[in-house]
């Protein structure tokens, strides 16, 4: 194998099994013959040829084409043979209940397994407790219990246990919920999300209140001002990150909720990419995509033969885990759950030549997930024909529209910290974080705990430089992320969440000088692009902001990285524009569209004839929101998309032959703006000037958490909705 010195040592150090003193007993090669024999063996249930599949399985790992998540690589054809990355633990309202969840979330983090909980079960504080006329300590005191338990257990020997631990934005102590790590020193163990609910977003257009329900008996007990409880998180976020949101009944509403009747899904996975049903799980793998550049294009057919044989892969792993309890067992073989991702995306525009922060880019990065998405599903759909469905498949959405379905998901694109070391690759679907940098290594052998610090360069960055020398006509598409405005993270996350089962990982990074309005917007944006959540993290907003690279490198990036990054065209005080009047059964209203010079649309004016009504102050904020995306470059078939089909009263006839009968006002704009603007559907809406990002002394920064490795000391970066050491190669989520 072409292994880099750093993949050998993330082996040897985090996967590789051990002896008694702790030396490894066991090279790459070893590690990857022993997991490829293992997962190869579930073939024999089904009369397969298991040398045959081991050959395949052992070729995908030594090729670096593709890499499962850290539980398979430690634990597979070892004593404890646990495989999974993700769980949602339940956690019920007694005392019983929650620190059996407790003791179960202790076990699995022992395996090198993340938990997720929702708390929306948890009656508040200061509620009565029947059985012993006591005060309940409400959700947020328990969340520390979890958070000092993960403290003391070592997953598996390779990192701290991570938890994601959500709140439904309905519960009545969700202020204290979205306040709680505004103490840095607090809940260290923890990624908090805000679930955010329809109802909510509703109230959101209007700025009006909305209901908060008691846990228990689903009963009524107050109302919160939703533009309140809105700021809040927004604010809290731009302070320290947390907490990130997702859209919870979007999710129970996709492919994420399989098997609806074993819902509702409450909780992901601790970076929010992974929906699970109480008592779920779900094992990952990742496609290097830096290995799929064919003569300066995307191998698409490679890509596609390697995604079906990463399925077989995946779903063998299903037949050999040894699960955690019962409860896991039972609904992990119910529905089979897997989720194929990506990491390497950074590398692959490169290679090809185009800049992260480019339409094409976005365009490149849908094509990838969607050739992805449709061999992971042929493959399944092969493997039910063969193997048989997944047993709840009668009872899931695809019973009526396929023949068969091994997997009730099949993509998910998840933190790669630990597998795109091995790879050699960038993370995930993040941009590059440097250049350039150091990293500490142990090559001392006498003193296997002695750090080396070592100027390391990204592979073609290195490849350029030696083709080129040191000179400032650098390439666009070495772009850094601290260079690339957070409209683009959004992008990217929309394009491949629209062809993902699951859900994306993805960190939308901003300058230290975001504003809570950037936020607010983004936010927004995510929303109406059809993501499942959104996590950011504002460069700053925790102490101890300083990552160590090369300083002599700093100029030199200054002088290169002018990034392309999306400015907001506003239209000048006279301007060209369409009106249209428009009836949905008995309500009237107007659509007004101001155009840029070239005629292409640049702000939407929405107008209902109700003064006040619900309805008018939804369409105001839906016109504030469209007309900055399109002032953004959001292009309007994207945020048109999400919008058609919105099913909601006033609905019915409308008059107009095109349109002759809407679902509801927003139905009947989005159908109408779709129309008027059909040119607008294949190009950018809005040019993208070039515009410099650099802040003026120039410094080059990772987005520090504030947090220390607990390994090597060194500061961690949030990348993927995770924590992660670019010195040691510490990360926290695998």
């Not at 063996?41 to 395949?56: L, P, Q, S, T």
């Not at 091995?422 to 002695?450: M, Q, V, W």
């Not at 993270?489 to 901003?510: C, E, G, P, R, W």
Request: with cysteine; aromatic share 8%.
């Amino acid at each position: 194998m072409n292994l880099t010195e750093n993949a050998k040592t993330v082996i040897e150090r985090r996967i590789a099994a051990r002896d008694d003193k702790g030396d490894p007993l066991e090279t790459a090669d070893q590690v990857f013959i022993r997991v490829a024999k293992n997962i190869a063996e579930a073939d024999a249930n089904y009369n397969g040829d298991v040398e045959k599949a081991y050959n395949k399985f052992l070729r995908l790992l030594s090729s670096l084409d593709f890499i499962p998540n850290s539980p398979t690589l430690v634990n597979a054809g070892r004593e404890l043979q646990q495989l999974s990355a993700c769980f949602v633990i339940p956690v019920e309202d007694s005392m019983e209940g929650i620190f059996e969840s407790v003791k179960q979330a202790a076990l699995i983090h022992k395996t090198g397994g993340g938990t997720g909980f929702s708390f929306s079960r948890l009656r508040p504080g200061g509620s009565g407790v029947n059985k012993t006329s006591g005060i309940a300590s409400g959700p947020v005191s328990f969340m520390q219990v979890f958070d000092k338990a993960t403290e003391v257990i070592k997953q598996g020997g390779t990192r701290r246990g991570a938890n994601m631990g959500i709140l439904r934005v309905d519960h009545p102590d969700i202020e204290e919920f979205i306040n709680i790590k505004n103490d840095l020193t607090k809940m260290n163990n923890f990624n908090i999300s805000v679930a955010i609910t329809d109802e909510f977003i509703n109230a959101l257009g209007t700025g009006k209140d909305y209901d908060i329900i008691d846990p228990v008996t689903k009963e009524k007990v107050g109302t919160k001002n939703s533009k309140h409880i809105w700021n809040s998180i927004i604010e809290s976020a731009h302070r320290t990150g947390d907490p990130g949101v997702i859209f919870i009944d979007r999710i129970n509403r996709g492919r994420a909720n399989p098997v609806p009747s074993r819902g509702p899904i409450e909780a992901t996975n601790p970076c929010g990419e992974q929906p699970l049903y109480p008592w779920d799980s779900c094992n990952l793998g990742s496609i290097n995509l830096s290995n799929f550049v064919l003569d300066g294009k995307v191998n698409f057919p490679r890509l596609a033969e390697v995604s079906e044989d990463a399925v077989h892969f995946l779903d063998n792993v299903i037949d050999m885990n040894k699960w955690p309890n019962e409860h896991i067992k039972e609904v992990s073989l119910a529905i089979r759950r897997i989720g194929l991702g990506v990491m390497g995306w950074a590398d692959m525009l490169i290679k090809l030549g185009i800049p992260y922060n480019s339409e094409e880019a976005v365009a490149v990065g849908s094509e990838v997930m969607k050739c992805i998405g449709n061999a992971a599903d042929k493959k399944s759909i092969q493997l039910g024909l063969t193997r048989g469905s997944f047993p709840d498949f009668d009872k899931s959405i695809y019973n009526e529209t396929y023949p068969a379905m091994r997997n009730s998901t099949r993509t998910t694109i998840a933190p790669t910290g630990t597998i795109s070391i091995i790879a050699g690759c960038s993370s995930g679907i993040e941009p590059l974080f440097a250049l350039e940098f150091e990293r500490s290594h142990y090559l001392d052998k006498t003193d296997p705990n002695k750090r080396t610090v070592l100027t390391e360069y990204h592979p073609e960055y290195k490849k350029w430089l030696d083709a080129n020398g040191k000179t400032e006509n650098i390439p666009d598409y070495f772009v850094t992320s601290h260079n690339i405005d957070p409209m683009w993270h959004l992008m990217h996350q929309a394009a491949f969440q629209a062809y993902t089962d699951n859900a994306v990982s993805k960190t939308i990074n901003f300058p230290s000088s975001a504003t809570i309005d950037d936020i607010d917007t983004s936010y927004i944006t995510a929303y109406l692009s059809g993501c499942m959540g959104v996590t950011i993290y504002r460069d700053g907003s925790r102490e101890n902001q300083v990552l160590n690279l090369k300083q002599e490198h700093n100029e030199e990036i200054e002088n290169i990285q002018e990034a392309k990054a999306p400015i907001r065209h506003r239209l000048g005080n006279e301007r060209e524009a369409i009106n249209h009047r428009f009836t949905v059964g008995s309500f009237d209203g107007y659509i007004s569209v101001g155009l840029f010079p070239d005629g292409r649309p640049g702000e939407v004016f929405l107008i209902g004839n109700k003064s006040g009504s619900t309805t008018r102050g939804y369409l105001d904020t839906i016109g504030s929101i469209l007309s900055i995306s399109l002032q953004y470059g959001v292009p309007l078939d994207k945020m048109l998309s999400k919008l058609t089909g919105s099913r909601f009263e006033p609905s019915g006839f409308t008059g107009n032959p095109d349109i002759p009968v809407a679902a509801s006002v927003m139905d009947y704009i989005a159908r109408w703006l779709q129309g008027h603007f059909e040119k607008d559907r294949s190009t950018p809406v809005v040019n993208l000037d070039v515009v410099d990002t650099h802040e003026a002394n120039g410094s080059i920064k990772g987005e520090a958490s504030g947090n220390f490795c607990p390994e090597c000391d060194g500061l961690l970066i949030y990348e993927e909705g995770c924590e992660k050491c670019p010195s040691c190669f510490y990360s926290k989520c695998g």
